[in-house]
C-alpha cells in the first residue's frame, strides 16, 4: 500500500507540473510554438540511453551512479539510463520530453539545460550542505534514471506560471507544487518531492535575477541626460 502511494503522489506532482507549464504559455498556442530542439536533445539522448541497455547487458554496469564504483562520468550518464522496466522508463523519457518542451518555450533553449544539468548536479550537494538524508545511496534503484532532473527542471514551470498569472485557481496550482513536494519529502522521504522544492527556489532565483537584469537594462544611464 505504501508502494502505491508513493506512486500514485509522485504521479500527481507531475500532472500538477505538467498543466502548471500548459497554464503559464497558454494551452490554445501550442500549435504556433516552434520545435523545441533542447528538449528534443534530451529526449533523443534518454532514448538513446534505452536503447543502448538493450543492446549492452553491462551498459547498467558501467553507467550507472553506484557510489561504490569510480567513474565522474557516472552522474552524468546515469541520468540517461533507466531502471524502472518498461512502464517507468516510458513514462520518464514522456515526462522528460513534456517537460523541457514546455521549459523551453518558458525559458528558453540554454537556461534550460542548464536547469535540467542542476538537476542532475545540485540536489546532492544541497542534502549534504542542509543535512538532509545520510549520505550516498546504497539502493540500486536510486543509481539510474531521469525522473529527478525532470522534477527538478519541470518545478520552474510552476515558478513561471506563478510569476505569470493573476488567476486565483492557477496560482494555488503553482504554489501546491513545491508545497506537495515537500509533504511528499517529509511523509513518505520521496526525492522527488524534495528536488521539486529545490527547482522551485532556483526558478525562482533564475526569474529574479532575469527580471533585475531586464530592469538595469531598460534603465536610462545617469549621464544621458
Same mark, same amino acid.
Request: charge should be positive; hydrophobic fraction near 55%; aromatic fraction near 8%.
Given at each position: ?54 543492446? $549492452?547487458?553491462? /551498459?547498467?554496469? !558501467? %553507467?550507472?551512479?553506484?557510489? +561504490?564504483?569510480?567513474? @565522474?562520468?557516472?552522474? &552524468? *550518464?546515469? =541520468? ?10 516510458? $513514462?520518464?523519457? /514522456?515526462?522528460? !520530453? %513534456?517537460?523541457?518542451?514546455? +521549459?523551453?518555450?518558458? @525559458?528558453?533553449?540554454? &537556461? *534550460?539545460? =542548464? ?111
Amino acid at each position: 500500500m505504501d508502494a502505491v502511494l508513493f506512486n500514485v503522489t509522485t504521479a500527481a506532482l507531475m500532472v500538477m507540473i505538467i498543466n502548471s507549464g500548459l497554464g503559464a504559455i497558454g494551452r490554445d498556442t501550442l500549435r504556433g510554438r516552434p520545435v523545441p530542439w533542447a528538449a528534443v536533445g534530451l529526449t533523443v539522448l534518454a532514448v538513446a540511453g534505452v536503447v543502448l541497455q538493450l543492446c $549492452w547487458s553491462g /551498459a547498467m554496469a !558501467a %553507467l550507472d551512479n553506484d557510489p +561504490a564504483k569510480s567513474g @565522474w562520468w557516472r552522474v &552524468l *550518464t546515469s =541520468v540517461f539510463l533507466q531502471n524502472g522496466g518498461p512502464g517507468g522508463a516510458l $513514462w520518464n523519457i /514522456a515526462t522528460l !520530453a %513534456l517537460a523541457a518542451a514546455l +521549459a523551453q518555450w518558458l @525559458w528558453g533553449g540554454t &537556461l *534550460t539545460l =542548464v536547469f535540467f544539468a542542476a538537476g542532475i548536479l545540485l540536489p546532492e550537494h544541497l542534502d549534504a550542505l542542509l543535512g538532509l538524508g545520510s549520505g550516498p545511496s546504497t539502493d540500486p534503484r536510486n543509481f539510474a534514471g531521469s525522473s529527478g532532473a525532470t522534477y527538478f527542471l519541470g518545478a520552474t514551470l510552476a515558478l513561471a506560471l506563478l510569476t505569470r498569472t493573476r488567476v486565483k485557481k492557477q496560482q494555488a496550482l503553482a504554489i501546491a507544487v513545491p508545497v506537495l513536494g515537500l509533504l511528499m519529502w517529509l511523509l513518505q522521504e520521496n526525492g522527488h518531492g524534495l528536488v521539486t522544492v529545490y527547482g522551485f527556489a532556483l526558478g525562482a532565483l533564475a526569474w529574479a535575477v532575469r527580471r533585475f537584469l531586464g530592469r538595469t537594462e531598460t534603465e536610462p544611464s545617469p549621464h544621458s541626460a
